[in-house]
Structure formats: C-alpha cells, structure tokens
C-alpha cells in the first residue's frame, strides 16, 4: 500500500482579507506537506476559501458589490498571499466552485434519503459571527464570548439533521482513537461537549426567503445549506469524492488543522455528517491555538491585524516561517511581537545556524582552498557526531510529524548548537597551525557533512535558504533518504563549494520612547520586594501533566526520573523528591509542570522541565503540589 498524507487548512472565509493567523496556519499544512513528501509519503496539500452565508452576504452588501464579486476578489487576495510566501499547496477549492456544490448535495440527499434529515421549527439564539445557534451554556453574560455580541433571536422553519443521533457512536469513536482529536486539550473540550448534556439537532438550511446566497438543499430548493454544513464538505469534494481516485487514495490517511474557535464545528459536526453519510471519519483534528498581539486576541475590531505581506516585506520569508513553527507549542496561544521576532533571528537563524555555515565555509576555503576534503585517518568526535545526529533527527521527524513542530525544531536546533561547539573543541585553526592535516580534513568534512544534512532535514522550514545551502555544498538536488542524511556521508570529496553569504543578516529592534525612571524610593522598594512584571511571569509556560513512569536514579538517593505526559507530548525529568516520595507514590498522579525550560542536564541525565513542589524550609522534605483529577491533563496555569 502506497504511503499517503493528505492535511487540509480550514477553508477561510472570505468576510476579511488574510492575516498571520491564517498564515501559520497555511505555513503549518505547508510544513507538513514537505516534511512527508521528504519523509517518502505521496503528499497532497488542500486549502481554499469559504464563500457563502450571512456575513458574506452583509460584507458584500456594504461593499456596495455582488457575493460572488466579493468572494471573487477577496479568494484572489488569499491565493495571492500564499503564491507570495512560497505555499505549494496542491488544490485552492472555493465553495462557489460547481464541483463542489455537486459533493455538497449528493452527501445532503444521501443523508435525507438516510432519514437522518427531517423538518421542523426551531427558535433560538443566533450568532451572526459563528453563523450558528449557540447554546445556552455558550452565552456569555448575553454574549457570544467569541464575538462580544448578543446573538439574535430567531424563530423559523427549518431542515434538521439528526446530530443526536450521532452522539454515543462519537464518543465511543472519540474514547477509542485518543489521535482523533489532537491535543488531549481539544479532545477533553469536545468530549465535555459530548457528555454535558443530550445533543441538539443541528439545523442546516436557512430559508431562501431570508438568504439566497447558498447550496439549495437536493430535495428542497425553498432553502439553501447552512454554510458550515457546507463548507466543511469541502474536504472531500476537492478530492472527488464519491468516485475519484484521489478521494480512495488520500481521504484515509486525512489530517485537518484548524484554530481552536471552530473546535465544535469540526469536532462535532463533521464527523457525525460523515458517519451519517457512510464515509469513514478523518484521521485526526490538530488544533491550535490564537496568536496572540502583546497577549490581546488579534482581531479586525482592534485594529491590531498583521498581514503575511507586511511580515515577509520587513522580516523574511524563511525567518518568518521559522518564528512560527519555532515559536508556537502547537495547542496553546503564542505572543507575537516584534522583540520575539528579531531574538528568534538574531539568536537561532543568524547566530546558531548561519554563524556555523559561514564559519566552516570560510575555514574550508582558507585550510582546503575551498574543496570539500576527504575524510582523514584520524577522526576525533565522528562516533558522538553520528550518535547525537540520529537521535536529534529522529526527534525533529517524529515531533513534527504530531504538529509538534516547536518542540521538533528544538531537538535538532540542540544538534545544531554541538556543531558549533565541535568547533570550539576541536579548533580547526589550531590544527592547521600544527599541521595535523589527518585531524583537519575530517573535523572539516564532518562540518560539511553534518551542515548538509541539517540543511535537508531543514527544507521544509527554510524553503529558500535550504536549497543555498545545499547548493553551495555543489550538491544537485535535496536527498529524501533520510537514512543517508543520519549516515553523515553525503558529499563528493575534492568538490569545490560555494559562499552560500550572510544567510541571516542580523536585525536591529526598533528604538522604544524612553520611560521616565521611577523614584529611587519606589525602584528600591520593588527591588527589595522581588517584584516582577506580568509579562514575566506570562512567558513561564506552567501546565497540568500526569506521571506516566517513575523510578529512582541509580546512584542517587534524592533523584526520581519520571515519565510524563503534558498533553502536548511525553517527556523524562528528573525530580529531587525521593527522599519523600516512592516512585509508587507519584506513578499516575497529576502535576504542575514548568514545561518550557530548556533541557538540563542533572545527575548526567537530561531533564526537559521541573515539577513544582514546595519546601518550609531548605531541611525539610518537599512537598509535591498534585492537581485534582479533573483538570485535564495539559491545561494551563495562568
């Protein structure tokens, strides 16, 4: 069986024109796409935009134009923006496309010829926003809390789809495939949904009467498809479902990213469509979180919207590709501001990676007259190069793989940092100075190699600087042999390199209005209090996990090595707790975990995070601070 990928942005709704948020998203599935295609899956990339329903119809109407002349214009505003930024996706479906209009009334009638569609009169409160009923528990202090507005109340005749139905089956679906819905966040969030309280029927038609812009349902042209029953569709009739080879070949190995607001729609709605029309259901939902501008929401009515145009004009492309992925731990909100922008391409891009390019560049040009050397008798480090390689690829692909891209890119960024302390170590300057040529070529070569391969494992994040790199090593093409790359013998000794240049020049932060300094009095008195700022305390990233594994480190008596689960991912810490807990004691409770310090090394073991514990002093024992079991494994503290 061919090995397949098929991974699907929402489609974006054309009521405004795009903006960061929809960029990572796109980014992400663009991500995703070249590291399968790289990893030997067939990969298929789908994205597009959602056309019809109310604010379409209002958004258009202010503008003194069409829909469908709106929708046009705005659609070509995000194919335009992803051309730009280099997104190779593989389709750009629009709902207002005639394909896709056919799927969505061939599945509608397959549901009603089901009896799993029926009429009825429905009253409730509507959110224009969402573009649906809400729930009484989802008002807000008569609000919708997505929206900050009141939703209206309407009464009408309606089709219904049996939703309900559905219900039980979902969760058993849900309990059963714990991938279904990814993170356990998301997963908890739908499930609570599930079992709160009986599911509603879900109405998908509007009456014509009220809105015309929309599918006329197959078996009632008086009314047109709610959108969502309409957009969601878009999944599979952009692959030509039911008979196309493309729906049989990709809709099984199906991955949707979408942001954590239309959780419910795609968490809910979707699969219960698909169960109800005897389609198999997607393989897993990957949710993300909201980025967020100086920690506000980023929204058109703050006026705080950042455009993937301005941010590739001012920054980069490939810099801002790497802000994203690095930046977010996918599950939960990220900061965006232009400080965490320029640290991640002054400290990662330009200092770590681009540093050590240029640097070993130049050595090869001034020790081996710019020719790639053969490797010596003598090798010093190759053993651990090779070692730390392999581990630190198998990390990045398998991470990234799960959405994880943040952490993924920080286990072969900690490879791309011991290069540049293999440099340090091993002195190539000093070994030309004494003339230990043997030495020189294969710490020089080993360089070389080890840049190569991080250049390929880097491709889909760097999209252009990659294939600089890669051709300036005079190699032809991207190697996708991922067991080749581990090997660390790629290159063609005696062949002359390139200067791939200054990679990533180095950026200036913008000049801040100098703030008047407090009283000496205050500043003292705050000193002295250890006062800290909220955003210090906001950039400690402190989530609810669960000890999967404990048990002592040999050697120590106050060392516990724990296996945890932080709802994101599972990693080792070592805790100094066993001199007041068993590993028996801790096995299967709940913490809060410090989840976003960097790997220490403790007692020669490699700790990623600390559990918080507390101690009445430095004689006692600590205390370990355990979470109630209801609070879902990776919820936040803050």
Same mark, same amino acid.
């Given at each position: 069986m061919d090995r397949t990928f098929?991974?699907?942005?929402?489609?974006?709704?054309?009521?405004?024109?795009?903006? /960061?948020?929809?960029?990572?998203?796109?980014?992400?599935?663009d991500f995703m796409t070249r590291l399968n295609t790289l990893t030997g899956n067939d990969s298929y990339f789908l994205t597009g935009t959602d056309e019809h329903g109310d604010k379409i119809f209002a958004a258009a109407s202010a503008n003194n134009t069409t829909p469908q002349e709106y929708a046009d214009r705005i659609s070509g505003k995000f194919r335009s923006a992803w051309d730009d930024i280099g997104i190779e996706y593989s389709d750009f479906i629009r709902t207002t496309e005639p394909r896709h209009k056919k799927v969505v009334q061939i599945i509608l009638q397959k549901i009603y010829d089901n009896g799993d569609i029926y009429f009825g009169s429905y009253g409730g409160n509507y959110c224009v926003g969402c573009e649906r009923f809400l729930t009484d528990k989802e008002i807000v202090d008569g609000k919708c809390p997505e929206h900050n507005k009141a939703p209206q109340f309407i009464e009408e005749k309606n089709y219904f789809f049996k939703m309900s139905k559905y219900q039980d089956w979902l969760i058993e679906h849900i309990n059963k495939n714990p991938d279904f819905i990814r993170p356990e966040r998301y997963k908890n969030e739908v499930l609570s949904m599930l079992k709160g309280d009986a599911l509603e029927d879900l109405c998908i038609s509007r009456p014509a009467t009220r809105l015309t812009w929309g599918i006329p349902l197959p078996f009632d042209d008086?009314?047109?498809?709610?959108?969502?029953?309409?957009?969601?569709?878009?999944?599979?009739?952009?692959?030509?479902?039911?008979?196309?080879?493309?729906? $049989?070949?990709?809709?099984? =190995?199906?991955?949707?990213i979408t942001a954590k607001d239309i959780v419910k729609p795609h968490g809910i709605f979707w699969p219960t469509m698909l169960k109800a029309a005897g389609i198999e259901p997607y393989v897993s939902l990957n949710v993300h979180g909201y980025w967020n501008m100086d920690d506000a929401k980023m929204s058109k009515s703050l006026g705080n919207v950042v455009t993937p145009h301005d941010l590739v004009s001012?920054?980069?492309?490939? @810099?801002?590709?790497? #802000?994203f992925l690095r930046e977010m731990t996918f599950g939960l909100d990220a900061r965006f501001n232009e400080d965490v922008v320029i640290d991640r391409i002054n400290y990662d891009l330009a200092n770590d990676l681009g540093n050590l390019v240029n640097r070993t560049f130049n050595m090869a040009g001034k020790f081996f007259e710019g020719k790639i050397p053969d490797f010596g008798k003598v090798n010093p480090g190759r053993d651990e190069m090779l070692a730390a390689?392999?581990? =630190?690829?198998?990390?990045?692909?398998?991470?990234?793989s799960k959405f994880q891209t943040s952490i993924g890119i920080e286990k072969l960024w900690e490879f791309i940092r011991s290069l540049n302390k293999?440099?340090?170590?091993h002195k190539p300057w @000093?070994?030309?100075?004494?003339?230990?040529?043997?030495?020189?070529? =294969?710490?020089?070569?080993?360089?070389?190699?080890?840049i190569y391969s991080v250049a390929v494992l880097l491709s889909p994040v760097l999209i252009t600087i990659s294939p600089k790199i890669v051709s300036a090593l005079n190699m032809s093409e991207i190697s996708a042999d991922i067991k080749a790359l581990t090997g660390l013998n790629n290159l063609?000794?005696?062949?002359?390199?390139?200067? +791939?240049?200054?990679? #990533?020049?180095?950026?200036?932060?913008? $000049? *801040?209005?100098?703030?008047?300094? +407090?009283?000496?009095?205050?500043?003292?008195?705050?000193?002295?209090a250890g006062l800290i700022e909220i955003t210090d305390f906001t950039r400690v990233d402190i989530r609810v996990s669960e000890i999967i594994e404990a048990s002592k480190v040999e050697g120590s008596d106050k060392l516990l090595y724990l296996k945890v689960n932080s709802g994101l991912d599972?990693?080792? /810490?070592?805790?100094?707790?066993? @001199?007041?807990? *068993?590993?028996?004691?801790?096995?299967?409770?709940? /913490?809060?975990?410090?989840?976003?310090?960097?790997?220490?090394?403790?007692?020669?073991?490699?700790?990623?995070?600390?559990?918080?514990?507390?101690?009445? *002093? *430095?004689?006692?024992?600590?205390?370990?601070?355990?979470?109630?079991?209801?609070?879902?494994?990776? =919820?936040?503290?803050?």
């Open positions: 098929y991974v699907t942005t929402p489609i974006y709704y054309v009521n405004a024109e795009p903006h /960061i948020g929809h960029a990572y998203t796109t980014i992400l599935a008086k009314f047109v498809a709610y959108v969502w029953c309409d957009a969601l569709i878009n999944y599979v009739s952009a692959i030509g479902y039911p008979d196309d080879p493309k729906f $049989k070949k990709f809709w099984p =190995s199906v991955q949707h001012k920054y980069g492309n490939d @810099q801002i590709r790497y #802000f390689f392999e581990k =630190s690829a198998a990390a990045y692909i398998e991470n990234a293999y440099v340090d170590e @000093q070994l030309a100075k004494e003339e230990k040529k043997e030495e020189l070529a =294969s710490v020089m070569r080993n360089l070389l190699e080890a063609k000794g005696g062949t002359t390199i390139g200067d +791939p240049g200054i990679l #990533f020049p180095k950026m200036e932060k913008p $000049k *801040s209005e100098v703030k008047a300094e +407090p009283a000496k009095e205050v500043k003292k008195e705050k000193e002295a599972e990693r080792f /810490i070592v805790a100094g707790i066993a @001199q007041a807990y *068993s590993p028996e004691d801790v096995k299967g409770k709940k /913490i809060l975990l410090v989840a976003n310090l960097k790997p220490a090394k403790i007692f020669g073991i490699e700790s990623n995070g600390m559990l918080l514990a507390a101690k009445k *002093s *430095s004689k006692d024992k600590p205390v370990v601070i355990f979470v109630d079991d209801n609070i879902p494994i990776g =919820s936040k503290l803050g």
